[in-house]
Each structure stands twice: as structure tokens, then as C-alpha cells.
């Protein structure tokens, strides 16, 4: 039987407000809450992801979660099923060669750990923020091709409905961009 492939789409929104499956944390590696997207989610969310996280912290990760993975929690009182956290790498500006090629994959990583963790989870639909390009400070129209062609070549069933949700216009443009070139 033939599946069909997932459909991207972007969003200007408040990711806390999609119904989705999963909504994607840009999380810092202490998992337990922050600024941002991540404060957002926390905020929203209530108590109960903090828990979760807590958990998370006493138990596999005391030391933090690495950047470029990712774990999931309840979503709490979000109109989702779970939170996939994922910590995204902080932008390093002059790097070159290997060092820039391993910054993008680390952020690659992120997506794509986030993409595998939903669809073990059975998820169908996930949100996407704009990871890394906040106060990581990842320029955007980078952020975006690394975001849109790692979730291109990740993207398969059972996630059929991949959403970018983007805080801004600027960030909402770049997104838009990088899905035409990408083709």
C-alpha cells in the first residue's frame, strides 16, 4: 500500500496554538525551561512538561541533553500529545570548513532526531519552530535551507503533516524561500 508523502507547510503563528501530534521544543540543554519558544512551551504548557523534564534530568541526562538530540514529554495543557525537546547549536560565526560542516549537522541533527523520535512516538502531524535562530543567534536564511532540506529527507510515514511555525514575518520569509529553492 502506498503512502503518501508528508506535507510541508509553514505557519505565522504562535507554535503553543497548533493542533498537531508533536510540537518541537528549541530547548537549552538543562531541559528545564528557558526563554523564548522554550519558555513559551513551558508557560503553556504548565507544570506538567517541567515535571517530565525533571525527570528526564534525574534519571538519563544528568548532565544535560546534548545538543542535536532529542526526548520527548507529555505536552501537558497544549492541544498536542507530546513535546519533543531538542537543543540546537549556538551560531559561531567565522567557522570554516569542517567546523561550519559540523555546526549544520549538528542542527541538521535536530530535525531530523525530532522527525524520528514523532514517528516512534506514532505521531502524524508536527511543529516545527525556527530552531537556533533566536537567541542562538543562527542567521536565518541558513537556519532555514538546513531546517527545510533535513526535514525533506526525513520525512516519511507515519508524519504526514510537517509544519514550520514562525514567529515572524522575517523568519516566515526565509522559510518560504528555502522551500522554493529547495524545490
Not at 508523502?5 to 496554538?17: E, K, S
Not at 547549536?89 to 514523532?118: I, K, N
Request: proline share 4%; aromatic share 6%.
Amino acid at each position: 500500500m502506498a503512502t503518501s508523502a508528508p506535507l510541508i507547510t509553514l505557519v505565522r503563528g504562535d507554535i503553543t496554538d497548533q493542533q498537531v501530534d508533536v510540537i518541537v521544543n528549541a530547548a537549552n540543554s538543562s531541559l528545564l525551561g528557558g526563554g523564548g519558544v522554550d519558555g513559551a512551551i513551558h508557560r503553556r504548557g504548565g507544570g506538567s512538561i517541567l515535571a517530565d523534564c525533571r525527570k528526564l534530568r534525574a534519571s538519563h541526562y544528568g548532565r544535560g541533553l546534548p545538543t542535536g538530540r532529542a526526548v520527548a514529554t507529555t505536552a501537558g495543557k497544549l492541544q498536542a500529545q507530546y513535546v519533543v525537546h531538542t537543543v540546537g547549536p549556538v551560531h559561531q560565526p567565522g567557522l570554516t570548513g569542517e567546523a561550519e560542516r559540523a555546526q549544520s549537522e549538528l542542527l541538521a541533527s535536530c530535525y531530523r532526531e525530532s522527525m524520528r523520535l514523532a514517528r516512534e512516538l506514532g505521531a502524524t502531524s508536527i511543529a516545527f519552530p525556527a530552531i537556533s535562530t533566536g537567541v542562538y543567534r543562527w542567521p536565518l536564511a541558513d537556519g532555514a535551507r538546513v531546517a527545510v532540506r533535513t526535514v525533506r529527507e526525513a520525512a516519511q510515514a507515519p508524519l504526514l503533516d510537517v509544519r514550520f511555525v514562525l514567529f515572524d514575518d522575517a523568519a516566515y520569509a526565509h522559510f518560504e524561500q528555502a522551500l522554493v529553492t529547495a524545490g
